[in-house]
């Protein structure tokens, strides 16, 4: 059975985010009566499906904005103050997937496998901001000449 035009209405309302009593009261209804209709099949499925839209859409809008989210915390690198750097610098480290509470020291160069490991990693990662934004903040050089 198709979904009335009233419960087109509601779907739509309920994807935008209102509460099913809110629903009800915007359309002049006994909030019951949307209380029935979200237990009928093909009520709920319309509705998950349109749900799932929206998600889609919305994670879409954010997948778009990645390498400028990136740019910023790359910018934050550079910053004056030590806390807003090592904040960025942490934030990419989660981000780029490196596992909380390892430590890799790099001292003058470090060793050259340690930076050059590093370096793999970050060729690895998924999103070609992350990769960019992890490379640069790996110290240049030490390449192995050790000192």
């Known amino acids: 059975?198709?979904?009335?035009?009233d419960h087109e209405t509601a779907i739509v309302h309920l994807c935008s985010g209102l509460k099913s009593s809110e629903v009800?009261?915007?359309?002049?209804?006994d909030p019951s009566t949307l209380r029935r209709w979200l237990q009928r099949d093909d009520f709920k499925a319309e509705l998950e499906r349109r749900m799932a839209f929206t998600r889609a859409g919305a994670q879409r809008k954010l997948n778009a904005h990645t390498d400028s989210a990136a740019d910023v915390l790359a910018k934050l690198l550079t910053s004056?103050?030590?806390?807003?750097r090592m904040g960025a610098?942490?934030?990419i480290l989660d981000r780029a997937g490196v596992v909380a509470g390892t430590k890799v020291e790099i001292v003058g160069g470090g060793p050259p496998a340690t930076l050059e490991e590093l370096r793999e990693r970050a060729a690895k990662l998924k999103t070609p901001a992350m990769r960019e934004l992890v490379t640069k903040a790996l110290p240049?050089?030490?390449?192995?000449?050790?000192?």
């Open 24 to 29: 009800a009261a915007e359309m002049g209804r």
């Open 1 to 5: 059975m198709p979904l009335r035009p």
């Open 89 to 91: 610098a942490k934030e």
């Open 140 to 147: 240049q050089g030490g390449q192995g000449n050790g000192g």
């Open 80 to 84: 004056d103050d030590e806390k807003i």
